[in-house]
Every structure is written in structure tokens, then in C-alpha cells.
């Protein structure tokens, strides 16, 4: 049994490395506090109660997706994605190679074949021309994943989506509160699921949504989410009792974990307009390295505002990003790396074609991104300090 305080030695070994500059800082003070403490005092702590509809209802407004349904995580949203589209064995999903396991492990979790396509070598996200070389007739749908809040081609994409009579399901777990020529993302396909993980602009500690515009995925969704059952029904008063009608999980977050989104929702201009504000700083800043060749910076579409969840940028070979990720931490920067492609991964290669070499654009990727601080109370002294670092780091 672990006693605290922990004795000095472990907590010495378990302590993390001390940087003035973090990578990340949650935005938290006493109006999550206070919705959390109103939520313990009303006594009512399941899901399905008033902060649940006050941050269904806030989400719904902020992306103008018809339907919103909360969910324990990100992870299950994109789960609970898998089962209404009712994906099974014989089916294959196209996902892309560099993303978080869970963009893949729905599919597995569903016994349907994952497919890894490429990404671009300029932004992370899906590679539009090799997904389309990846379809087969056994493709049921493709997880788009807007990779640091910058938006997929999603005109292409759903082009050639709509074409071939395949679903796409948005992984916007890192892209809430992101517009693609004029519209939200995780509204653009048939679902999209969004992530207020504690590392997130908008964060819960777990949490995510689920976002249709289509009333029956909705319906169905509302069911799988509680049990298999007609609960949410029974809680609007439109039954007067609830059963058992569907194969379920319990996807529903608490009522807690949604009194403390919903005083984040509340927050959101605030914390939107200081995040961007930094990503543009780093990239103004940072744009005469790029011209000058010296590192690569984030492809944006056209049209498209990222909601500056990750500012990162490229260096130009594995030995090169490695200098800047020890120099900056040396200096109390804590700068990122981020995912190992899925493809190449422990789990993830046995599902590469027999005789496939692993997918070259994520390996690329993956060796040379490196991830900067960006949070909301980053000082404009700090960003500087980061700027100036990065910048004698790239003209040695
Ligand atoms: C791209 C991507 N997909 C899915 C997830 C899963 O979200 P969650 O952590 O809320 O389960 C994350 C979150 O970390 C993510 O970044």
C-alpha cells in the first residue's frame, strides 16, 4: 500500500523533471470548483442530469452539430462510433498511421480489419491520395484525424468518401472548436468525436462527445450509450419506464465530470483567443527559419482556423530534431515528441499487408516533429524565451 508523503527516495524517482517552461498547464481556478462542489451538494452524481444537458446543449451551440451525446472519453466516443455503424468482422476501416492508439483500437475492438493508410508529410493528417489507393469493396469507413487542431482535406476526403459509399467518422479529439471553410469539425462527416481529456484546450481530466447530424445514428447511439437501454428516454419523461433494447456499454460520464466541462465550456472564448493568440505568435516568429530552410512548419488548408491545440514544427532529420528536444529541455523548455506510428507499433503490424514496409511519410513525421509549451496562462515572456531558443537552436 503506497503511504503519503511518499519517502524522499521514491519521490525523488517518481518526480518529474522540473521545467519553468511546461509543455502544458491546465486552465482550472475556482469556477470548476464551485460547478463541482454544486454538483456533490445536489446529490445527484450519475449521468444524465442537469450539467449533462447544460454541456450537451453548450456543444451542440459551439459546433452546430444537430445531436451532442457526452461520453466517458474520446475513446469511447470513437467506440461507440465502431458500434452504431455496426462494423464487424469482414469490414475494414482506413485509419491513418500517425495517431493515437484509440483511433485504431475502436476498429479492432469491433473484430473489423484496420487498414493504415500514409499521412502528409507537411501536417500530420490523413494522406487524401493514399487512403483512396486503400479502398477495397470491404470498406465500411475511414477515421480522418485532425492531427493538433489543423483540419484533414476534408473536401477531397468526403469527395472521395461519398463517392465509394464509405462513412467517415471524424476523430476530433484534438480539433474542438476548429472551422474548415466555415464549419466545425466533428460536424463534416456521419460522426465525429470530440476529447476533453485533461491534456485538451477544453479539459474534464476524461471525457468526449459523440456528434451526429443524423437522428437515427443519434437515436441509436442514445441507447448503446446507456446499457443497450431506453434510459435517456425515461429521464425526458417520454416512457414511463426503461428496458433493455440493444446490445451497450455505460458511456455516460458523470455528473461530476460534467459540472467541471461545463464551467470549462464557460471558459472557452478566454481560453481559445490566448491559445491562438500563441500559435500565431509561433508561427510569425518562426516563419523566416522556415524560409531560410531550416525547419518546416504546419501546413493549414485553405480556409481552415486551427484551434491551436499543438504548435509544433519539423526539424530536418531525426539527429536534428534530437538536438533541439535535449537543448530546449536542457534549458527548461519541455518540449514534446509525440505518437510512433500505429503501423510500425508492437500491435499495430500485423495488420500491414504481408510483404508491406512500414508506411514511410509517418515514420518521417514521427522522427522529426517536435511539440512546443502552449497553454493558456503562458506568459508572452515565455513564448519569446521559447521563440529565442528555438531560433539560436536553428542558426548554430
Ligand atoms: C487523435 C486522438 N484520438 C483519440 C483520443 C482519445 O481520447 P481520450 O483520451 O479522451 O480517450 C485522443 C486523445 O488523447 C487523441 O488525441
Not at 285 to 303: N, T
Not at 311 to 337: N, P, S, V
Request: charged residues 25%; aromatic residues 8%.
Amino acid at each position: 500500500m503506497t503511504t503519503y508523503p511518499l519517502p524522499a527516495a521514491a519521490a525523488a524517482k517518481t518526480a518529474a523533471p522540473k521545467f519553468h517552461i511546461p509543455y502544458h498547464e491546465p486552465f482550472f481556478d475556482e469556477r470548476e470548483e464551485q460547478s463541482v462542489v454544486e454538483a456533490v451538494r445536489s446529490g445527484y452524481t450519475q449521468g444524465g442530469g442537469k450539467f449533462t444537458k447544460q454541456v450537451e446543449a453548450a456543444i451542440r451551440a459551439r459546433t452546430g452539430a444537430q445531436h451532442a451525446l457526452v461520453t466517458t472519453s474520446g475513446t469511447h466516443a470513437l467506440e461507440l462510433a465502431m458500434m452504431v455503424l455496426n462494423l464487424g468482422p469482414g469490414d475494414e476501416v482506413i485509419v491513418p498511421s500517425y495517431t493515437f492508439a484509440a483511433t485504431a483500437s475502436c476498429v479492432v475492438r469491433q473484430m473489423a480489419r484496420v487498414v493504415f493508410c500514409d499521412v502528409r508529410r507537411d501536417n500530420l493528417n490523413i494522406d487524401v491520395a493514399d487512403f483512396a489507393r486503400r479502398i477495397t469493396p470491404k470498406t465500411k469507413a475511414v477515421i480522418p484525424v485532425h492531427y493538433a487542431g489543423i483540419a484533414c482535406d476534408m473536401d477531397e476526403l468526403l469527395e472521395v468518401a461519398r463517392r465509394r459509399g464509405i462513412a467517415v467518422v471524424e476523430d476530433a479529439a484534438q480539433s474542438f472548436d476548429t472551422t474548415y471553410r466555415g464549419r466545425q469539425l466533428g460536424t463534416l462527416g456521419e460522426i465525429g468525436c470530440l476529447s476533453f481529456h485533461g491534456t485538451k484546450n477544453v479539459a474534464a481530466g476524461e471525457g468526449g462527445a459523440f456528434l451526429t447530424n443524423d437522428s437515427s445514428l443519434a437515436r441509436r447511439a442514445e441507447i448503446l450509450r446507456e446499457k443497450g437501454t431506453d434510459r435517456a428516454q425515461f429521464l425526458r419523461g417520454e416512457i414511463d419506464k426503461y428496458t433493455w433494447r440493444d446490445v451497450g456499454s455505460s458511456f455516460i460520464p458523470s455528473e461530476l465530470v460534467m459540472a467541471l466541462l461545463s464551467a470549462q465550456l464557460s471558459k472557452i472564448d478566454q481560453i481559445q483567443t490566448r491559445r491562438v493568440a500563441i500559435f500565431d505568435r509561433y508561427m510569425l516568429a518562426l516563419a523566416p527559419l522556415a524560409k531560410e530552410g531550416r525547419i518546416g512548419l504546419p501546413h493549414v488548408p485553405a480556409g481552415s482556423r486551427p484551434n491551436a491545440h499543438i504548435f509544433y514544427f519539423f526539424a530536418k532529420h531525426l539527429a536534428d530534431r534530437d538536438r533541439y528536444y535535449e537543448a530546449l529541455r536542457t534549458r527548461g523548455i519541455q518540449a514534446m515528441l509525440h505518437y510512433t506510428p500505429l503501423d510500425d507499433s508492437p500491435f499495430g503490424a500485423q495488420f500491414r499487408a504481408a510483404g508491406e514496409a512500414p508506411l514511410p511519410a509517418a515514420r518521417w513525421v514521427t522522427d522529426c516533429m517536435l511539440r512546443l509549451p502552449l497553454f493558456v496562462r503562458m506568459t508572452d515572456a515565455q513564448v519569446e524565451e521559447v521563440i529565442g531558443a528555438v531560433t539560436e537552436l536553428a542558426r548554430p
